[in-house]
């Protein structure tokens, strides 16, 4: 792509331009007039050579400001163009010749128009000028921006080996190159997605937008570049032979001299934050290469931001854009995929609740959410996803209208049935309610959270629950921040769950809970129960003596049941 160069093996431009060297005073009083080469006036000058033999070229290396009087050079035209050849051969930085000892009033017209052909800049100084003051000017010039470089390379030196230390995520490491560099910073994986990004105070909405299509027309020659057409100086991000992203940092050709002229390539010292950045990013990621890809990270600070209203609506809008996926004017609909259990001790079955289980869970976790995840891309779906506890996957989808919400939700239970052949058995699907604006998500998410608990001992093989489909349950899961619905539950549980309290091997409430839920059939309780029919009705014996209740009354048992269901729903975070 035009504009692109590497930026390694450059000169730095740490040095001054001849241009700046022609505004220093022990120039000016020289009464410099440019002869010929004006379009290399920003070329850097590296170092200031004093030389009055024609020779000089074989003893340079490029970069030089070349002064001389003149009275060494050659007499003749062909002479004069085989001088200037040479010098512009080399890469000189420009000519500057002191008139009055051998050119009284102006330089051959002959070197001027080779100098011209060759674009290297030609200075006639028209007042005798000590060149010792001019090169004092220039090599302090050089030494005192050469020290800014090093001091600058120090710090972004010692700020990220602490950022690496620390252990600091992706965005902290984007917010301390973008604060250094003073230029916006953005870090992007290969498929162009946004990660992480600090606009350094620019317009955040119009630094990202149309960021993928602008992104791939940026093609680096090497692992480090600068496009001097776009402004992005871009450096590969991984290590490994395993590349993950790119990070780019703004620096636009026009900025840095604060009058309009083009600079060729950013200071040495942005290109060695960019890669020392870059090389940060890639050690943390190698340190939690076991943990959420950043992608899951975001979605995950982006949900969780959606639940507790801990991050502006707009934030996570734009942050979600440029994470490919939009949220603005959508139809959006918050789902709770979870484990059907949670292996409270008293209903867990025989092999749950144990360390070997509690070990097993966040495996299990993973394992769903990884389900969940490649369900959505099956189904052609879009939306946000990440565990949002230690049993549910929350995703938010963001559909084109409302139209689609049926035959999206179908598609997305189907293709994670697919993933997860035992479903019905292990997992539920639960949907909230769909919504038309960003600002009433949190709803939409907590109902289909709520949903979820409320269903996940419904034994119905349903593809998504909805709210209608939880009946009391539901009902009740919304009502249990209620004191009233507590103060029921004390009422009818209370002394059963202080005796239960005081005789933790007995764990009655799991009898009665037995006993209600297979419909008050006693052989069935006693079954579901693990234990022989006369425990089993000793049990329930004294359950009615503590409570004071007559369990064959249907309506005492009606009564007993509800104050469970309202239990389970309190009991759940």
Known sequence: MAGLGVTEGSVSPVFPTVREVLALDPVRRGAPRLVAGEAGLDRPVRWVHVAEVPDIATLLGGGELVLTTGIGLPADDTGLRAF??????????GL??????????????????????RGLPLVELRRATPFVRITEAVHALIVDAQLHELRAAEEIHQRFTELSVEGAGAAEVVRQAAALAGCPVVLENLSRQVLAYDPAGENAELLLDGWEQHSRRLRPAGRTAYDSDSGWLVTTVGARGQDWGRLLLRWPARAGLGDGRPVGTPPTRLTILVERAASTLALGRLIRRDAEGLERQLHHTLLTGLLDHSRPVDEIALRARALGVPLERRHLIGVMVRLRRDTPAEHAGPGEGGPADAEAGPARLRDLAEAVGQALREAKLTGLTSPVDDQAVGILLALPDAAAEDRALAAFAAALRRRHPDQPARVLVAAGSGVASLREVRRSLVEARQVAEAARRDSRDLPVFRLPHVGLAGLLHLLRDEPRLQTFVERELGALLAHDAQHPREQLLGTLRAYLEQGRNKSAGAVAAHLSRPAFYERLARIGRILGVDLD??????????????LDAIRTP
């Open 84 to 93: 200037i050849g040479d010098l512009a051969a080399v890469g000189v930085s």
């Open 96 to 117: 500057v010749v002191e008139l009055g000892r051998r050119y009284p009033t102006e330089v051959p017209r002959v070197m001027a128009v080779a100098a011209a052909r």
């Open 553 to 566: 009354s249907v309506e005492a048992c009606l009564s007993l049941h509800v104050a469970l269901l309202a």
